[in-house]
């Protein structure tokens, strides 16, 4: 089975600072792995994903993600954040074969302060 | 083109009284997905189908029915309504599980007083 852990549930900070969300999964076979963000009152929205290849992911807004097979996480980060970033990150796993499941973590959100 | 549609948006129930969520997708989408969104707890999968005519059990069940009634529609009930299950539900939607990325509704908040 998979599983999704993402040990910050809030992250306050500057505008035009780095940043990174935390996500670590847990699977027994090979997996795909995603980040979905969610506006205040909005369904998600897919910011990228890792299937294969590349470890080093780049998605829409400026964000990008890494794969660390040995560290089982994928942490996604941003530069330079603006206050529109402002919303709760998800982080989510699938899995090429086997089950239909798709598992979301607890989410992060993400505060950004003028 | 639409995508994920979720019917109703609000709804507030009592304890006890039974409803079923709509979903309907216009993507021709084989897999659909059913969450609860929680504070705190992220967003948990209630039931899924793989394909039109299966459906399993995901993370939280419990209390919960669901309905692939074709390729495009996949809905949820709620029997008999309690109070642990205000929530806001979303549906989801996946080509198939190579083309890996879900499409979401805009959810359905619903009250259990």
Known sequence: AQSVTQLDSQVPVFEE????????YSSSVSVYLFWYVQYPN???QLLLKYLSGS??????NGFEAEFNKSQTSFHLRKPS???????????AVSAPSGTYKYIFGTGTRLKVLA | NAGVTQTPKFQVLKTGQSMTLQCAQDMNHNSMYWYRQDPGMGLRLIYYSASEGTT??????????VSRLNKREFSLRLESAAPSQTSVYFCASRRSRDNTEAFFGQGTRLTVV
């Open chain 1, 55 to 60: 470890t080093l992911v780049k998605g829409i």
């Open chain 1, 81 to 91: 954040v603006h206050i529109s970033d402002t919303a709760e990150y998800f982080c």
């Open chain 1, 17 to 24: 600072a780095p940043v990174e969300l935390r996500c670590n």
């Open chain 1, 42 to 44: 909005q369904g998600l």
């Open chain 2, 56 to 65: 399993d059990k995901g993370e939280v069940p419990n209390g919960y029915n």
